[in-house]
């Protein structure tokens, strides 16, 4: 015999109407209701329906771990309220993407998630946005601003203050030949974290910061490449603008053979689990992945129960985690 919420309102003691609060996620039942009636759905043998239960994740770094991370930790957030994640590795704003999400609309979903997908990319076409609204499925951008005319919540980490406490704590250490390797051109986050370096070398009184930034890909075979050049320039501090460049800079430094931190120092970005066991650990920026993430989920929860989420970008604050790979720079 089929279990419906019939069933499940007279095992948990409670009306039809909770029951489908519940299901739906809706407000007015309080965390001791709603656990009775998971227990009892659980007991009784319940089956969720598919339609509407789904929240596509869409992001390109899944083998980075920070994003991994992220992705881990909103799918924790949402699996309590029965809302299941479905991970979508995609290029930024390519075609994969809207297949992607062309998919999903037609089996259900519940909400889109685009983590540092589209919504970083300058200029990215809005299809997909303007199909999601069109269907009145909500969706919220993280670390990654979408263009002014595409209304939606956006939860990132303040790249501009990243910079800063990067080039600061070098500063302090001695360094004034400073060089950063950060995205390509028309990424939102890494034009951000330029803007951020360029200006926190200014109010130090480094007018030309320009000419010590070398944008390349998000990969370690960007920050070797990128190291190389700075090195040539003289820097004696390299910031990079995520850890997997920063791996990078530290290879291309050694095959110059120099050593980190006693020739170069070098900060990477996103502060993964896996910097503290490198060799030297790296001193990174940390993303606060755990905040992001709970917000990502508290927000989704809202708009699939049809309350309302501000639009626009609220930022997060980074923390600078001093490690192995910085020192003052080498004497004369």
Known sequence: MKVGITEVAARAQVSEATVSRVLNRRQGVSK???????????????????????????????????????????????????????????????????????????????????????????GADTETYEMLRARRIPYVGVNGQFADDVPAPVFSTDDELAAELAVDHLYQLG???????????????????????????????????ERWVIRQSYTVEGGQASASMLLALGATAIVAASDYMALGVIRGIRRQGRSVPRDVSVIGYDGSMITEFLDPPLTTVRQPAERLALEV????????????????????????????????????
């Open 32 to 122: 001791k209701t709603r656990d009775v009636v998971e227990r009892a759905m659980a007991e009784l043998g319940y089956e969720r329906a598919t339609q509407g239960q789904l929240v596509a994740v869409v992001t390109e770094f899944i083998s980075n771990p920070f994003f991994a991370g992220v992705a881990e930790r909103i799918e924790s957030a949402l699996a309590p309220h029965g809302l299941k994640t479905i991970l979508c590795p995609a290029f930024p704003g390519g075609v994969q993407e809207r297949e992607f999400i062309t998919s999903l609309v037609d089996k259900g979903v519940a909400a889109v998630v685009f983590l540092s997908a589209s919504n970083t990319v300058e």
């Open 297 to 332: 989920g508290r927000s989704i929860l809202a708009l699939v129960g049809n309350r309302h989420v501000p639009n626009g970008e609220l930022l997060f604050d980074p923390e600078l985690v001093i490690r192995s790979t910085t020192a003052p720079p080498p004497s004369p």
């Open 175 to 209: 360094h004034r030949t400073i060089g950063m390797v950060s995205g390509p051109s028309g990424n939102h986050p890494a034009d951000k974290r330029v803007q951020g370096f360029i200006s926190a070398m200014a109010k130090r009184g480094i007018e030309d910061a």
